[in-house]
């Protein structure tokens, strides 16, 4: 899917519309739409049947235009759509929008369908978006070819992707209403050949395009997402994602939609942070961040500066931040000096920062006060608080408040925003107020506003770490051959972790109730035994695992665990002996294991409980590679952390040490490469600095 091909699928210069019908509402919108635009001339009404449609001629076929067609609308049933593609390549059209529905969402049937369809366009070399798509909107290029009602007309600079037609049309209308401008809206519907992925692809190469929002139920051709997503990220453009299927009631709905596959939802978040997607769950979340992301782009500080009139809003917005995870540092003493020489005696230069209400009487309190926090060198945005008009006409009594607070951030470093308390339409007149005061951007809201600038400060740091991660990992590790076989003994997966510098319990293997006896006695103390096979995952369950076993019991209890699998070897285990390691003090346990997802790869994830990682449900997950500062986050980020910090006597966890030992499992993993399919390390016994695996899985992928 090449950037040339989307751009001649984006920027028609004539548009077919093969099935326009008067009684087709979407007929009517897009021929009206089209029209309004300008673009009459070179829009052609195609209806085998009727010799005029919407009042104007109408052509047989697509070849009887007699002029070349960039783009066709197919909104015929899916049993005609074939001839209708064949018929608009033979115009010469090297797009084609399919509007019909009766695909993939439809069931199995519908699937065979929509992948006839797309093999169809492959052939004649025609880009096809859709099928059950409502169209586009490419609004700098003029072009609103989409079966919506009141396209945007004036160009923006977010960009907006939609799975679902029908929701987009209340995604534009709240943009319109919070203020946040559109350069294109795109539905994509089943993602037949066209997929989210391509688009971002496409528009982080866009000029017109300074953020990308996404709404979406699946991720279609992952590696293509995952890619264009990094791009996006290199390039300072953030891509908000509303992704639906978080539960399974979404998930069905999604499947019933557009036939949409809905994964594990903690792999989705895991994925998505990694690339540098910030998720979100509300249409309002994800417009109102990518505007503030397109206006402000990256922060170079994560640092917000409030300045507002209300104290009652500054103890809202202190309580939002504290909730969101939003930095409101206290003003350098340089500021502070600043902010003494502006406000009144018994004002305070604090953040969030009250002007008082002497900035009523002289507005230039606003502009010092803007400007000096919007250089504080802790601060990377600068936010002003402060009311505007939504209805009635004639000039707005606080205009004189709006100058004075675009003056402040003018003349300050950081890029300024302006908030509203409540949220409210920022209609022509507020426009019309702000543009005169030389404020950009506005965000109606509290919440959403805080939200947001929390979400930008997350992704902006988020940028900075990746990068480190790549250079740390600009080096492939080297590849590590696994031993022969599709399954491996705990003693091959702990020659593995071994060789990778993973530190693992002491244990002999023996093969005999003898060597059994004298391995327990060499250790000196109690000792736990367990079976030894490629083909026994789950030890405990066959009584395959004794613990505490002393060495005048060790021979007995030998032979007891090799009894206790040649029960289970009727499913035809491979059996080649015991397992002996010392026993250890009851100290924290953790889970960290690699496994391979269909999607996206292979995964690292970490949780607390050993035994009852089910039952705790308590896990971080990321893609590789993981360096040890991802790691330690993952760690301190589980809701159990507090285990590891020291609980009732037993010692803090060496949380830099455990994290070299996972980030090094990742590394191990990385290295066996595509031959890998899942690689267990459960329990990973953690006492102070004291680190051991204590039983190790490795599965070959088939």
């Known amino acids: 899917m090449t950037p040339e091909r989307l751009r001649t699928l984006l920027a028609p210069r004539s548009v077919a519309l093969i099935g326009a019908s008067d009684r087709s509402a979407f007929s009517r919108l897009l021929y009206g739409n089209l029209t309004a635009a300008g673009r009459a001339d070179t829009t052609y009404l195609v209806n085998r049947r009727s010799p005029e449609v919407h009042g104007r001629p109408a052509h047989r076929t697509c070849a009887e235009i007699g002029g070349p067609v960039d783009l066709a609308f197919v909104m015929v049933p899916a049993e005609a759509a074939p001839d209708a593609v064949r018929d608009a390549a033979v115009a010469g059209a090297r797009g084609v929008a399919v509007l019909s529905s009766g695909y993939a969402e439809t069931g199995a049937e519908g699937r065979r369908r929509q992948e006839e369809l797309a093999g169809l366009a492959e052939e004649l070399g025609v880009v096809l978006l859709g099928p059950n798509a409502l169209g586009f909107v490419n609004v700098a290029a003029g072009v609103p070819a989409i079966a919506l009602a009141d396209p945007p007309s004036a160009p923006g600079d977010v960009a907006l992707i939609s799975q679902s037609g029908a929701c987009c049309g209340a995604m534009t209308d709240f943009a319109a209403l919070a203020g946040v401008g559109l350069s294109h809206v795109i539905t994509v519907g089943n993602e037949a050949m066209v997929t989210v992925g391509h688009l971002v692809d496409h528009l982080v190469d866009d000029p017109a395009t300074k953020a990308i929002a996404v709404f979406m139920e699946a991720v279609r051709e992952p590696e293509v997402f995952a890619a264009a997503a990094r791009r996006a990220a290199r390039a300072g453009k953030a891509l908000v994602v509303l992704k639906a299927g978080r539960s399974e009631l979404a998930a069905r709905a999604a499947a019933s939609h557009t036939g949409a596959l809905v994964g594990d939802d903690r792999v989705v978040d895991a994925v998505f942070e990694r690339l540098g997607v910030i998720r979100v769950d509300t249409i309002e979340d994800m417009l109102v961040t990518a505007g503030v992301a397109a206006y402000t782009g990256p922060l170079d500080r994560p640092g917000a500066g409030i300045v507002s009139i209300s104290g009652g809003a500054c103890d809202i917005i202190a309580d939002l931040a504290d909730g969101a995870g939003l930095r409101l540092p206290e003003p350098a003493e340089g500021t502070v000096r600043r902010l003494a020489r502006v406000l009144p ?262 949780a607390l409980g050993g035994v009852l990682v089910e039952v705790l449900d308590d896990a971080a997950l990321s893609p590789l590679p993981v360096t040890p500062a991802r790691a330690r986050a993952m760690l301190t980020g589980l809701r159990g952390a507090a285990v590891l910090r020291g609980h009732r006597g037993s010692p803090a966890a060496d949380l830099d040490r455990l994290a070299e030992v996972v980030a090094a499992v990742g590394r191990l993993a990385a290295a066996l490469g595509p031959d890998l399919e899942s690689l267990e390390i459960n329990p990973l016994r953690v006492c102070g600095s004291q680190i051991e695996a204590l039983d190790a899985l490795v599965v070959r992928r088939r």
């Open 345 to 606: 005696a018994f004002g305070a230069a604090h953040n969030p920062l009250d002007v008082t209400g002497a900035a009523v009487k002289d507005p230039q309190i606003w502009r010092e006060a803007v400007a000096a926090v919007g250089d504080d060198p802790s601060v990377g945005i600068v936010v002003a608080v402060n009311s505007l008009p939504w209805r009635g006409d004639g000039p707005f009594y606080g205009q004189r408040y709006v100058d004075a607070i675009g003056a402040g951030m003018a003349a300050g470093r950081a890029p300024g925003l302006y908030l509203t308390q409540v949220t409210q339409p920022v209609g022509p007149r507020a426009r019309a107020v702000l543009d005169a005061g030389g404020v950009a951007h506005v965000v109606p809201g509290l919440r959403l506003g805080v939200e947001a600038i929390a979400r930008l400060a997350r992704w902006s740091a988020h940028r900075a770490e990746e990068e480190t991660a790549l250079r740390e990992h600009a080096v492939p590790a080297p590849r590590v051959a696994l031993p022969e076989g599709d399954a491996f003994s705990e003693v091959d997966a702990r020659a593995l972790l071994e060789a990778a510098g993973i530190p693992v319990v002491p244990a002999r293997h023996v093969r005999s109730a003898e060597e059994a006896e004298r391995a327990a006695a060499e250790f000196g103390g109690p000792v736990a035994m367990k079976i030894v096979s490629p083909d026994i995952a789950h030890k405990t369950d066959l009584g395959c695992v004794r613990l505490g076993v002393t060495a005048d019991q060790a021979a007995a209890v030998h032979d007891e665990i090799m009894a206790a699998a040649r029960g289970a070897a009727a499913a035809g285990a491979r059996l080649d002996g015991v397992l002996v390691a010392p026993m250890r003090a009851e100290a924290p346990e953790l889970l960290v294991g690699v496994t391979r997802d269909p999607d996206w790869g292979l995964l690292l994830a970490v």
